[in-house]
């Protein structure tokens, strides 16, 4: 596909590096704004029946911060990424480390706010997701931008409803995918191409239609595909890990209005 073409995506990368240089000085310098950052997190099912939460806070994110800099020689060293932008060090959360995601830095190519289209924020999430993400999740929204028909995205901001939160899946005794920060659930893919034209695709059932749809389905299929053989069809979490109410990718009704997509256990 046209719209994939690697030189084309190594030459923008690199200029956009070379822009963003000195890019860990911003990256610490964002460290010190994020704690005025505020970072709410909700949880839904990952499946099963039940309701999903209206929002709870995540007042671990909130605090997170204030501990961290990249002066402490305990600090974990970055995780190496562009296409997400990742603060530096980890933080101990209720059941593994976790890194913040700097969802408002202007030189990453994804950014994100909570159930906003605007206003940005951070989330918190698992490493190994961090990596995963950062590694497959621009490249996943570009196979469905073809797709799709769309222009090709240079960026792209997320809608979402939450990331890290410590709680169990709904109506289960299990815990949620995001009790171990390893969620995002998203709501909107605010497509920005090259010509300063935006394209935003919803994840609601309802507009599960048309070039929406194939975006849809593409995507999904293309997060499906980044997943390890030791994820297999039919692992309840592997279910949920996409989400979506009748398809052939499966999900259930808690999906209906969101993408919970998920790095699962399984995945490592
Ligand atoms: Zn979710």
């Given at each position: 596909?046209e719209i994939l073409n690697?030189?084309k995506?190594?030459?923008q990368t690199n200029?956009?590096?070379?822009?963003?240089f000195?890019?860990?000085?911003?990256?610490?310098l964002m460290?010190a704004?994020?704690?005025s950052l505020?970072?709410?997190g909700?949880?839904c099912?990952?499946?099963?029946?039940?309701d999903?939460?209206?929002g709870i806070p995540?007042?671990?994110?909130?605090e997170?911060?204030s501990?961290?800099?990249?002066?402490?020689?305990?600090?974990?060293?970055?995780?190496?990424g562009?296409?997400?932008?990742?603060?530096p060090?980890t933080?101990?959360?209720?059941?593994?480390?976790?890194?913040?995601?700097?969802?408002c830095?202007?030189?990453?190519?994804?950014t994100?706010g909570?159930?906003?289209d605007?206003?940005?924020?951070?989330?918190t999430?698992?490493?190994g997701y961090?990596?995963?993400?950062?590694?497959n999740?621009?490249r996943?929204?570009?196979v469905?931008?073809a797709?799709?028909?769309?222009r090709?995205?240079e960026?792209?901001?997320i809608?979402?409803?939450?990331?890290?939160?410590?709680r169990?899946?709904r109506n289960s005794?299990?815990?949620?995918?995001?009790?171990?920060?390893?969620?995002?659930?998203?709501?909107?893919?605010?497509?920005?191409?090259?010509?300063?034209?935006?394209?935003?695709?919803?994840?609601?059932?309802?507009?599960f239609a048309?070039?929406?749809?194939?975006?849809y389905?593409?995507?999904?299929?293309?997060?499906?595909d980044?997943l390890?053989?030791s994820?297999?069809p039919?692992q309840r979490e592997?279910?949920?890990?996409i989400g979506?109410?009748g398809s052939?990718?499966?999900g259930?009704?808690l999906?209906?209005?969101?993408?919970h997509?998920?790095?699962?256990?399984?995945?490592?």
């Amino acid at each position: 596909m046209e719209i994939l073409n690697k030189r084309k995506i190594n030459e923008q990368t690199n200029r956009l590096r070379q822009k963003t240089f000195p890019f860990r000085l911003r990256q610490s310098l964002m460290v010190a704004l994020s704690s005025s950052l505020v970072a709410f997190g909700i949880g839904c099912a990952d499946s099963g029946g039940g309701d999903w939460a209206s929002g709870i806070p995540d007042s671990l994110s909130q605090e997170e911060d204030s501990t961290m800099s990249p002066e402490n020689p305990n600090a974990a060293p970055v995780i190496p990424g562009f296409n997400f932008s990742f603060n530096p060090g980890t933080k101990d959360l209720a059941y593994g480390p976790g890194v913040t995601w700097n969802g408002c830095d202007p030189n990453a190519m994804v950014t994100g706010g909570y159930d906003s289209d605007t206003k940005c924020g951070n989330g918190t999430v698992y490493p190994g997701y961090a990596e995963h993400l950062d590694k497959n999740f621009f490249r996943c929204v570009e196979v469905a931008s073809a797709d799709a028909n769309y222009r090709q995205p240079e960026r792209v901001f997320i809608r979402h409803w939450g990331t890290y939160v410590n709680r169990n899946a709904r109506n289960s005794s299990s815990l949620s995918m995001h009790a171990y920060a390893r969620a995002i659930d998203i709501v909107k893919f605010i497509l920005y191409d090259r010509t300063g034209g935006t394209t935003q695709v919803s994840t609601h059932v309802r507009d599960f239609a048309g070039s929406t749809a194939k975006f849809y389905n593409s995507f999904r299929q293309c997060w499906k595909d980044t997943l390890p053989s030791s994820c297999k069809p039919g692992q309840r979490e592997y279910l949920g890990s996409i989400g979506i109410p009748g398809s052939a990718l499966g999900g259930n009704s808690l999906h209906d209005d969101h993408i919970h997509l998920s790095y699962p256990l399984c995945a490592g």
